[in-house]
């Protein structure tokens, strides 16, 4: 389909652990978004990038968190040392621009990392 | 700090009725209002929006939303309720200065159950 792919679509791993979770957005689109959903909560922004760059990066917990884009299109999400707590599902999101006046988010079906 | 408020963890309601789903919002600046939905294993899905003009805009499947200033609503109805609805459903906000006018921020979100 043309829409927003993620994957893997379930991650378990042990605490201590490097995951890296993809999103390949829809075409053509060169705003993408990664946001993190925690049981009963509502999507939680991370980062978003416009191109190539991190536009804001301002919703990354730590320094084990970090993503890239390196070529304007699928965008890596990588978590260092996994935590307990950084289990959850972790959403990607594509617009045809980052202008929310006009635009509007289109979601990957996530990521749900349990890390054990 | 731009935020939206969903009162309601859940909301029931019988097929054939009109629903409600209550969202407030708490912006500076002008507010752009988004509301999505998301079904079981499924990725959020826009409903609709509101940036400028009408109070009262129409959007997917039925639904519309009422912005209203003075009690800083954003309220999600419908006239009459398909047992297909049952979902959460989420308001957010457009971000806000700082370089957040790229990005939503999202409520807890309220899950919808339309009983037969």
């Known amino acids: 389909g043309a829409g927003v792919s993620q994957t893997p679509s379930n991650k378990v791993t042990e605490k201590g652990k490097y995951v890296e979770l993809r999103c390949d957005p829809i075409?053509?689109?060169?705003?993408l978004y990664w946001y993190r959903q925690s049981l009963g909560q509502g999507p939680e922004f991370l980062i978003y990038f416009q191109g190539t760059g991190a536009a804001d990066d301002s919703g990354l917990p730590n320094d084990r968190f970090f993503a890239v884009r390196p070529e304007g299109s699928v965008s890596t999400l990588k978590i260092q040392r996994t935590e307990r707590g950084d289990s959850a599902v972790y959403l990607c999101?594509?617009?045809?621009?980052?202008?929310?006046?006009?635009?509007?988010?289109?979601f990957g079906e996530g990521s749900r990392l349990t890390v054990l | 700090a731009q935020s939206v408020a969903q009162p309601e963890d859940q909301v029931n309601v019988a097929e054939g009725n009109p629903l409600t789903v209550k969202c407030t919002y708490s912006v500076s600046g002008n507010p752009y209002l988004f509301w999505y939905v998301q079904y079981p294993n499924r990725g959020l899905q826009f409903l609709l929006k509101y940036i400028t003009g009408d109070n009262l805009v129409k959007g997917s499947y039925g639904f519309e939303a009422e912005f209203n200033k003075s009690q800083t609503s954003f309220h999600l109805k419908k006239p009459s309720a398909l047992v297909s609805d049952s979902a959460l459903y989420f308001c957010?906000?457009?971000?806000?200065?700082?370089?957040?006018?790229?990005?939503?921020?999202f409520g807890a979100g309220t899950r919808l159950a339309v009983h037969p």
């Open positions: 075409s053509g689109h060169t705003a």
């Open positions: 957010a906000v457009r971000g806000g200065e700082g370089g957040g006018y790229n990005k939503l921020i």
């Open positions: 999101a594509s617009s045809p621009r980052a202008d929310l006046n006009t635009g509007e988010l289109f």
